[in-house]
């Protein structure tokens, strides 16, 4: 639905936000080269993710895909 990808959009400027630019296109570019000419699930991507950030994305994932409310834009990073 439009509003499943308009929330996945904003989980991606969230996780962006909270990695830093640096470490944001670095996971994207990891889970590009481990799924390399594949389809992947939106869980398969967040498992990758999390792991390739040593699993500190957990509670940001949980809060961003799985709960009903849409949580506040990050105004610190992890980094």
């Known amino acids: 639905s439009l509003e499943n990808y308009g929330r996945m959009t904003l989980s991606m400027h969230a996780l ?24 992947i699930t939106v869980d398969q991507m967040v498992e990758t993710a999390n792991r390739l950030n040593g699993g500190k994305l957990t509670d940001f994932f949980n809060a961003w895909l799985h709960s009903t409310r849409i949580p506040p834009m990050p105004d610190n990073d992890l980094r």
């Open 16 to 39: 962006r936000k909270t990695l830093g630019d640096e470490q944001f296109y670095k996971t994207l570019a990891g889970v590009v080269a481990e799924h390399k000419y594949t389809s």
